[in-house]
C-alpha cells in the first residue's frame, strides 16, 4: 500500500496502513467517491509524528464513531481510528470531505 511505502522505517507505519485502510474503505461506502468518484490519500511526516488526510467526494452523512455492537459485522472503522490516533476529525461536507489522522512517537536518541 501507498501509505506503508511512503512510511517504511516509521514506528508506527502499521498502524498508518491499517488506519488508512479503514477510512478509504468509508470513503468508497459512505460516500459519492464510491459511486465513480475519487479517493485521494495525502501524507505528511516529521521525526515524531505522521498525519494522513483521506480526502473523498462527500456526503451528506457526518463520520460518526458507532455503538459498538458485537452482533454486527461492520460499523467499527472510525471507532478504531478514534482508539488507535493520537487524534482525528473531519471537515467538509457534500462536495468534499476530508477525514484525518495523526500518529505521535517518541524520538530516539
Not at 494522513?52 to 459485522?73: F, I, K, L, M, N
Request: with cysteine; hydrophobic share 45%; charged share 25%.
Amino acid at each position: 500500500m501507498f501509505v506503508g511505502d511512503v512510511l517504511d522505517g516509521c514506528p508506527v507505519a502499521d498502524d498508518a496502513v491499517l488506519l488508512t485502510s479503514e477510512l478509504v474503505t468509508n470513503a468508497i461506502a459512505h460516500t459519492a467517491s464510491g459511486k465513480g468518484g475519487k479517493v485521494r490519500v495525502t501524507v505528511y511526516r516529521d521525526d515524531t509524528r505522521v498525519r494522513v488526510e483521506v480526502h473523498d467526494d462527500g456526503s451528506d452523512q457526518v463520520p460518526v464513531v458507532q455503538a459498538v455492537d458485537v452482533a454486527t459485522e461492520s460499523g467499527f472503522g472510525l471507532g478504531m481510528v478514534a482508539l488507535m490516533a493520537d487524534r482525528w476529525g473531519h471537515c467538509g461536507g457534500r462536495r468534499g470531505r476530508v477525514v484525518w489522522f495523526m500518529l505521535e512517537w517518541k524520538a530516539s536518541g
